[in-house]
């Protein structure tokens, strides 16, 4: 493939997580399932970190990361694929910030912004999320997001009781 062919397909970051059964395995499936498509590309992967529920606090500590995925599809195809792959690993949604099995969010999409019914870009609460600020920053740090570095959205975030789970970034890879 020629740069100009690699330059044809937009960089998305997306968010995942979970807390019931094996988040970790869950998410690595939920990657690998990406990265075989013909119409995306894994890229980047955080570090496996692990997180105390937000929002909905009496449950169980989730499982974070994030990725850099390089695709064909437009914002609407990705986010269709995303929940096509939280449905094929069983995922229900009965409460908001309530347990799952796997949750896949995009974060941003290139430049792009987009404020949909069902999809807005940059993702609405990224901003104020360490347990996405802190597995982003692993390899997009400097990534610009409603005019403010990754970095910088990071040092005002509160991530208390967060930790590095996996230090190894291809733990996804199995």
Same mark, same amino acid.
């Given at each position: 493939?020629?740069?100009?062919?690699?330059?044809?397909?937009?960089?998305?970051?997306?968010?995942?997580?979970?807390?019931?059964?094996?988040?970790?395995?869950?998410?690595?499936? &939920?990657?690998?399932?990406?990265?075989? /498509? =013909?119409?995306? $590309? +894994?890229?980047?992967?955080?570090?496996?970190? #692990? !997180?105390?529920?937000?929002?909905?606090?009496?449950?169980?500590?989730?499982?974070?990361?994030?990725?850099?995925?390089?695709?064909?599809?437009?914002?609407?195809?990705?986010? &269709?694929?995303?929940?096509?792959?939280? /449905? =094929?690993?069983? $995922? +229900?949604?009965?409460?908001?910030?309530?347990? #799952? !099995?796997?949750?896949?969010?995009?974060?941003?999409?290139?430049?792009?912004?987009?404020?949909?019914?069902?999809?807005?870009?940059?993702?609405?609460?990224?901003?104020?999320? &360490?347990?996405?600020?802190?597995?982003?920053? =692993?390899?997009?740090?400097?990534?610009?997001?409603?005019?403010?570095?990754?970095?910088?959205?990071?040092?005002?975030?509160?991530?208390?009781?967060?930790?590095?789970?996996?230090?190894?970034?291809?733990?996804?890879?199995?």
């Amino acid at each position: 493939m020629n740069s100009s062919e690699r330059d044809a397909w937009p960089l998305a970051t997306l968010g995942l997580g979970g807390n019931i059964g094996d988040p970790r395995a869950a998410m690595a499936d &939920a990657l690998r399932r990406l990265d075989s /498509r =013909d119409d995306c $590309r +894994v890229t980047e992967v955080s570090r496996l970190y #692990r !997180t105390p529920p937000w929002g909905k606090t009496d449950q169980a500590d989730f499982y974070n990361c994030c990725a850099a995925v390089e695709t064909r599809l437009e914002p609407q195809a990705l986010l &269709a694929a995303c929940l096509d792959i939280e /449905r =094929d690993m069983k $995922r +229900v949604r009965i409460e908001r910030w309530g347990p #799952r !099995t796997i949750d896949i969010d995009i974060l941003t999409y290139g430049s792009l912004t987009i404020e949909g019914d069902h999809l807005t870009i940059p993702h609405p609460r990224m901003t104020q999320r &360490a347990f996405v600020l802190m597995p982003l920053a =692993d390899f997009a740090a400097e990534m610009i997001v409603d005019g403010r570095s990754v970095a910088d959205w990071l040092g005002e975030a509160d991530g208390a009781g967060i930790a590095v789970a996996n230090e190894n970034r291809a733990w996804w890879r199995g």
